[in-house]
């Protein structure tokens, strides 16, 4: 059963500050998800992520992929109030099939 | 264009009733998935259709069933609704035998009470 973790659950920043959310998985899969959900709305699409080494990049937000470590890591760079959000990984271990979410990490950007 | 579409967007019933969820799907998506988020979690998978028939399916009783139609748009229904069934219901939208990624409605938020 595909499982997928990330870290921390919980962030605290400051504005202006950079942080990197960690999200590990435990099987192979073909594509991996960054979602952003603020409080009683439902998903945004950040970034899908295709194979090993890939990078995106939006605004003050990058995101990377390592297959083989089963790992991929959203980065947040000089951080703003508007930043403040729920941000969940999905992992899709073929393609078409369901996506596994992880427990999110809700990001508090402070003045 | 629009995108997937979901209704209510509320909805409030009693333990033990039966609720209906909708959705339409984005302009040319021919598959779609339910997933159920409980408040503070991550959204779980509940099942996809394709051709009107379920594709796949989680770990979640047969109370919850659901349909597709001709046109794409789905129904997720669920019977002998708990309090546990309280929570977000989002329905994404996709395209098979492409690498679309999945589109997210707004969600139905379902309070059982």
Known sequence: ELKVEQNPLFLSMQEGKNYTIYCNYSTTSDRLYWYRQDPGKSLESLFVLLSNGAVKQEGRLMASLDTKARLSTLHITAAVHDLSATYFCAVEETSGSRLTFGEGTQLTVNP | ?113
């Open chain 2, 1 to 113: 264009d629009a995108g997937v579409t979901q209704s209510p967007t509320h909805l409030i019933k009693t333990r033990g009733q039966q609720v209906t969820l909708r959705c339409s799907p984005k302009s040319g998506h021919d598959t779609v998935s339910w997933y159920q988020q409980a408040l503070g979690q991550g959204p779980q998978f509940i099942f996809q259709y394709y051709e009107e028939e379920e594709r796949q399916r989680g770990n979640f009783p047969d109370r919850f069933s659901g349909h597709q139609f001709p046109n794409y748009s789905s129904e997720l229904n669920v019977n002998a609704l708990l309090l546990g069934d309280s929570a977000l219901y989002l329905c994404a939208s996709s395209l098979a035998g492409f690498n679309s990624p999945l589109h997210f409605g707004n969600g139905t938020r379902l309070t059982v009470t």
